[in-house]
């Protein structure tokens, strides 16, 4: 019999809850949320926002799940710190549970800038069941809203926010949307999809001050000029919540620093999901991937780690998926390359009046990038080459092809081949 | 559990199983009326070729599915009973996350309908209507233990 525990109910808490349950029907296992919400599938809080799904859709288990899985769960449970050296965690309530192994898949939290008026009420991220509702309670008395920041989360807010009938400015300091998926040229189609469907976008400009007494009512920019809005959502990004560990010997960089298995500097003790430093397999480097897929990934490794299986985990890389209005778009691993960086290469399909923009970017033989908009249909195989790292010269001039497909792959492939008889 | 395989020596690249999936998929179950229909019923399966081959490509419903693991909805679930990936479309919000991890490229986007195209071996029927529509019987569907 172990005692597990666990500090995050999201998907790297969950799927490790699964791993840990397939292999051990026994043990205890306690989980820790810092939220008051079962856990759900917190991707999808933009779509209950733009009021696409209903509430029910939200939970990514049955309600049963935790009693089904003997699962002791508390909610608003948020950990002050960890302590290594007596195996166990303070909670802010003073509360102390022991563990013989712990999991941190505490996640990350948006960043808000240092602006004047930041604080005041009516300025939201946009991460929580919680965020949501409370956003979605101002949008009857909500003419105009401010988006800070072009990522991903401030994408989907506007246009979740444009939905509910909102009219939105997005405010991007960089040059361009999504810069930290997609390139200037990819960026393009997605921006041009965005305005065509009334969303502003902002770029090269910065929000020096929300302006209002008591309630919002406007923002101002870098510039100096102003706009309506009486609602800002701020989607300026996500930092590890790694403050438990400050104070512990858990070695910690931009998140928390993981081993092949996963587990921390500390043995007993391992992390998964948006908190977790991974070895990412497209830059060479420890970096943190803060995506659901990932996370489900990492949980489950973990999870089985801490039963007492060796499962080594590959790396992690960046892959994102998201949709606007009709344009799909997909980014795997490196999305740019300097100009003058000669050691990698750039093939390249651009199509404005189709829509459809491919990019691949390669080091050698090996793909390292990709990104599509338009057409996704082959992001998987692309997908497959890079973490496989497949040499890919025998197929070269075949990936931007129309009908290229898993047949061009077949004598790449290492596992052998059993449904083509 | 059955499984679908395909002898690739005698596929002729016809896409008669293309159409037969697109059929059997329709809200009419009729080819000649599947062209009106409100939503067009699109094909799960397609066949593609490779050095003189063809290759009909779909989901093989792995038991290790990538794909259910990337959905964020939670709308993709591994039947261990059936060995089918099951798609809940109430669930399904069209994010793709299916598409861009399939190591097969068997997942499609619907961009129209919003729902990924994928096989379910047709579960209501006894057998995958591609199984039939295959003229040289190039789709063979039968267990995965006897298969070669």
């Known amino acids: 019999m172990k005692n597990y525990l666990i500090i995050g109910n999201s998907a790297a808490g969950i799927s490790a809850v699964e791993a840990i349950r397939s292999k051990d029907k026994e043990s205890k296992i306690t989980l820790l949320s810092s939220e008051d919400y079962p856990g759900y599938c917190r991707c999808l809080i933009s779509y209950f926002l733009a009021g696409q799904i209903k509430e029910d859709k939200l939970l990514y288990r049955p309600e049963s799940f935790y009693k089904d899985n003997n699962v002791e769960l508390f909610l608003n449970k948020k950990v002050s710190r960890v302590d290594p050296k007596k195996n166990k965690v303070v909670c802010e309530d003073r509360t102390q549970i022991s563990y013989d192994q712990l999991l941190i898949a505490t996640g990350s939290s948006p960043k808000f800038p240092e602006i004047q008026g930041i604080k005041k009420k009516g300025v939201f991220g946009l991460r929580t069941v919680k965020d949501t509702k409370e956003i979605d309670g101002l949008l009857p008395i ?11 989360v401030g994408l989907k807010a506007a246009y979740a926010l444009k939905k509910r009938g909102v009219d939105v400015k997005v405010v991007i300091k960089s040059d361009q949307v999504l810069s930290q998926m997609l390139d200037f040229e990819a960026a393009l189609f997605v921006q041009k999809r965005l305005e065509e469907n009334g969303i ?11 302006i209002g007494e008591g309630d919002i009512r406007a923002v101002k920019l870098s510039s100096g000029k102003t706009f309506e809005a009486s609602l800002i959502v701020v989607g300026k990004g996500v930092s590890p919540n790694i403050d438990l560990v400050k104070d512990a010997e858990i070695k910690t960089g931009e998140g928390i620093v993981t081993d092949k298995l996963l587990q921390t500097n500390v043995p007993n003790i391992y992390a998964s999901g948006d908190v977790a430093e991974t070895f990412d397999i497209t830059i060479g480097k420890y970096a943190v991937n803060a995506l659901w897929p990932v996370a489900i990934e990492q949980g489950r490794i973990a999870g089985a780690n801490m039963t007492g299986d060796a499962i080594n985990y590959d790396g992690s890389l960046g892959i994102n998926s998201i949709e606007f209005f009709g344009l799909p778009t997909v980014s795997l691993g490196i999305y740019k390359k ?10 390249k399909l651009s199509d404005a009046k189709s829509g459809k923009y491919k990019k691949l970017t390669l080091r050698g033989n090996l793909l390292i990038g990709a990104i ?7 992001s998987g195989l692309f997908l497959r080459l890079i973490r496989e790292k497949i040499d890919i010269s025998p197929i070269k001039d075949k990936l931007l092809e129309e009908n290229f497909g898993f ?3 077949l004598e790449l492939i290492k596992d052998k081949e059993k449904i083509y008889v | 559990m059955k499984k679908l395989f395909y002898e690739v020596k005698k596929c002729l690249g016809c896409k008669s199983c293309e159409v037969a999936c697109a059929v ?12 009106h229909e409100e939503k067009l019923s699109l094909p799960r399966k397609k066949v593609l070729s490779s050095k003189g081959n063809n290759y009909p490509v779909s989901c093989r419903h792995c038991k290790d ?3 259910v693991d990337a959905c964020m909805a939670a709308a993709l679930v591994y039947d261990t009973k059936s060995g089918i990936v099951e798609h809940i479309e109430e669930r399904c919000v069209g994010c793709w996350m299916c598409v861009m991890v399939c190591p097969y490229g068997a997942i499609r986007p619907n961009i129209k309908s919003k729902l990924p195209l994928r096989c379910d071996k047709c579960k209501d029927k006894l057998e995958p209507a591609c199984v039939k529509a295959c003229p040289t019987q190039a789709v063979i569907w039968q267990e995965e233990e006897v298969a070669r």
Do not use: M, N, W, Y
């Open chain 2, 24 to 35: 059997a998929h329709s809200a009419s179950g009729d080819l000649f009326k599947v062209f």
């Open chain 1, 372 to 378: 599509l908009v338009g057409d996704i249909k082959s």
């Open chain 1, 407 to 409: 047949p061009d792959l």
């Open chain 2, 65 to 67: 599915p990538k794909c």
């Open chain 1, 200 to 210: 502003d976008v902002v770029l090269g400009q910065d929000v020096k001050e929300i």
């Open chain 1, 142 to 152: 909500t003419r105009a809203a401010a988006v800070l920041g072009g990522g991903l």
């Open chain 1, 338 to 347: 300097d100009k003058a960086d000669t050691s990698l290469e750039e093939l």
